[in-house]
Every structure is written in C-alpha cells, then in structure tokens.
C-alpha cells in the first residue's frame, strides 16, 4: 500500500537512527537477507549528445572522460564472465547517447544472445531512451531488465538536463515494462536537490513499480557544472536510504557510484537503513573497489542482519 502524505510527513518528523530501524525492519520483513550484487561495462562511451550535467560523458562539456564506439561481442562477454566470477548476478550493457541506432541496436542484440549462451548471468541494458519495438527485440534477444534512471525529482528535473524531459524517462521505463522487461530505475543524491525531491523521486519510481533502485551519490567531476559541489553529508544519504526503503518496500535497493567516497567509514550502516545491494567493479569512468572486498563486505552485513 502506497504511502499517504500524512505517513510521510510523520516518518520525516523522525530522527536518522529511528527512520533507519524502521526501513531495516521493513527490509527483513519483506525482502529478508537477500543481498544482489551487478556488475556493468561502459560499452559505449562518450561524445553524448544530452546535456546531463553530473555527466562527464556528455559533448557539451570539456572532460577527460574516454570516448570510443560500440566495443565488439568478445570483449563484452568476456566482461560478463568476469562479473560472474566476481560475484554479480547481473550484467548490464551501458551505452552513452541519447539512444541506439539501428546498427548498434541491432549489434547489441546479438551481443545480448552471445552473452546468455554462454555466460550463466542475468544480462540488463541501460541504452538511453528506447522505443518499445527496440526494447522488445532486446528482449527477445534475452535481455531481461532495463535500467533507465529518473535522476532526480520530476520538479527538479529541469535544473539538471535541458535536452530531454522527466516524461521521455517515464515513458522509456512503461515502453520497457511493456516489452515484457522488468525495470531498473533510480537516481542521483547531491545534484543541488532537497529532501522533498528525494521523497517525490521514490514516489515515482513507487508508481512506476520498478523492481531495483539504483542511488548513486554524486561524485563532483572536473569539467562538469557539476564539478564543485560540496560532499553530501553521511547523515543526508542515510536518511534517503531508509526513506527510499519505506517507500519501496519490496524492491531491490542498491548503492552504486559515490558510495565509498560519500559513505566512507559509515558504508555498512547504509545497509542497516534498507539497503541491499550493490554495484561492484566500476562505475562507467570510474573505478570501484576490489570485487574480493565488496564479497568479504557482503558476507559482514549478512551476519549482521541474522547475529
């Protein structure tokens, strides 16, 4: 049942510490000690055509970010055996740009079908906004969940990219549900925001009956307007988290980039607010930490969960 204004406006009048054992117990209550890891690969990078300004990848910005095409099917499964090996159940293909081409789309599908004919992993996409005759090929092809973040609150939306809309992102998520995909969705913590678009981001993705929520923390990058904004404060990301998970009681709710810089000595507590899982091995143009350590990690909040 989703929550009514007034449910909100009385879980925000909670301190942190009693949000978070709240969202932990809705986490084992609904979801028990499940614990998701996936992995990604930047298959596509750079010279992006829209104007995301977290984003090092986009071409109206100067960045050092790496900018070359499509990378070839070997290449692609060989990182999705390695994610195997690390420990992820899921790979997801990424691809900078507002969109595929045909040529690429086509090149992806195949990909997909190589991947899961010889790698025993689930295989995502985050492709930029797809029609749903794209993402029903990419479906049959065996790709069985699309990613496509919101970012942010749909009031806050126009603050942080101008050449598409908070609608173009909702209706590639329903094109994907309706290809038959479940659906990845999330955001990013820090872009200038307040609490209230947190709250009206998860709200969105509530109605949006996404399965697994992404929070990235925005990690300040030179080049991007973005670039200088101040660290956000542990304290803010704990309370999202647990907020995120009253709201999204039943989906997966994973931490990705940001987490180890933003977090730093307080990332296992993120995991007693509601969080439950991860992305390990990299985000797009940077670098995560070691996979080995991230399964020692998962193996701690576990026992912490059940001790």
């Known amino acids: 049942m989703a929550l009514s204004e007034r449910d909100i406006k009385a879980l925000r009048a909670l301190s942190c510490s009693e949000l978070m054992a709240k969202a932990l117990d809705v986490k084992l209550s609904k979801r028990g000690t499940s614990f998701s890891l996936c992995s990604i690969i930047n298959a596509k990078s750079g010279q992006c055509s829209e104007d995301c300004r977290f984003c090092t990848q986009s071409s109206h910005y100067m960045t050092d970010a790496p900018s070359y095409p499509l990378k070839n099917e070997n290449e692609i499964v060989a990182a999705a055996a390695l994610a195997k090996e690390d420990g992820a159940s899921r790979f997801s293909i990424v691809t900078s740009g507002r969109g595929l081409g045909a040529r690429d789309l086509g090149r992806v599908a195949e990909i997909v079908h190589a991947i899961r004919a010889r790698v025993d ?59 038959g995909m479940e659906v990845c969705a999330g955001g990013i913590i820090g872009l200038g925001e307040t609490e209230e678009d947190r709250i009206s981001m998860a709200l969105s993705l509530a109605e949006c009956d996404v399965l697994s929520v992404p929070l990235n923390v925005l990690m300040p990058l030179a080049g991007t307007p973005m670039g200088h904004h101040p660290p956000v404060p542990a304290f803010d990301i704990l309370r999202t988290i647990a907020l995120f998970r009253l709201i999204l009681p039943e989906a997966a709710l994973r931490l990705a980039a940001g987490r180890e810089s933003a977090l730093g000595d307080f990332l296992s507590t993120a995991f007693m607010a509601g969080a439950d899982g991860m992305m390990i091995g990299g985000y797009l143009t940077q670098r995560g930490r070691n996979p080995e350590m991230d399964r020692r990690f998962v193996q701690e909040i576990q026992k912490l969960w059940t001790g």
């Not at 969940?145 to 009031?155: A, C, G, I, K």
């Open 121 to 179: 992993i689930d295989v995502c996409g985050s492709l930029g906004i797809l029609s749903a005759g794209d993402l029903s090929l990419l479906r049959e092809a065996g790709m069985s969940r699309y990613h496509h973040n919101l970012e942010t609150s749909r009031e806050f939306f126009p603050q942080v990219v101008s050449t598409h809309t908070f609608e173009d992102r909702i209706n590639t998520i329903r094109a994907a549900q309706q290809a």
